[in-house]
């Protein structure tokens, strides 16, 4: 299994494992990634700042997802809680794996390679955020097996409600 900055080649694979994600919430009805979002465009902004990565196993892509080390404008309001910390901090977003790859482990690796690149930062950065949709179980099953806590609710610009999610690094 590798981690590697997607190039813009691996975008048709990552849309299909895009694809199959919001497929998986619409038949589970959840009402994340419902309004063409994540797009095409989206991926290729978040390739252009390198903040584009997709999981490889025997030389297949399976999976996708975002890192990015930059402010979060929604993340600036927390309600019914409080983030662990107020510096700087890595996000995840837009994860997604093949529905084949599912359970194989590969949410735990891309944990490790965010805390990996965080600690990496001059200087390393303490903490990594996500969120997710109250509904999205197995996000939230990821956060909690990989040592999140669970801060509070933060609000996209859309206005759509989401769980917020911290872990501290040091």
Same mark, same amino acid.
């Given at each position: ?16 494992i ?12 959840? /009402? ?14 978040? %390739?252009? %700042? ?5 999981v ?10 975002? @890192? ?9 309001k ?10 700087? @901090? ?19 690796a ?20 996500? /969120? ?14 990989n040592?999140?806590?669970? @801060?509070?609710?933060i609000y996209?610009?859309?206005?759509a ?10």
């Amino acid at each position: 299994m590798k981690i590697r900055l997607a190039e813009n080649g691996d975008l048709p694979r990552i849309m299909e494992i895009i694809h199959q994600a919001q497929e998986y919430f619409r038949g589970a009805g959840i /009402d994340q990634w419902q309004n063409n979002y994540p797009n095409a465009e989206a991926i290729l902004a978040d %390739m252009a %700042m390198q903040e584009s990565f997709v999981v490889e196993d025997d030389g297949q892509v399976v999976g996708t997802f975002m @890192c990015s080390f930059r402010d979060e404008p929604t993340y600036e309001k927390i309600y019914d809680g409080q983030w662990l910390t107020d510096g700087p @901090c890595g996000v995840i977003h837009r994860v997604a794996m093949d529905n084949r790859a599912k359970g194989k482990g590969y949410g735990g690796a891309v944990v490790q390679f965010m805390v990996d690149r965080c600690l990496a930062q001059d200087p390393p950065v303490c903490s990594l955020r996500g /969120d997710t949709h109250e509904d999205n179980h197995s996000m939230q099953r990821l956060f909690a097996k990989n040592g999140y806590q669970h @801060c509070g609710t933060i609000y996209l610009e859309s206005g759509a409600k989401r769980l917020a999610f911290e872990k501290l690094l040091m």
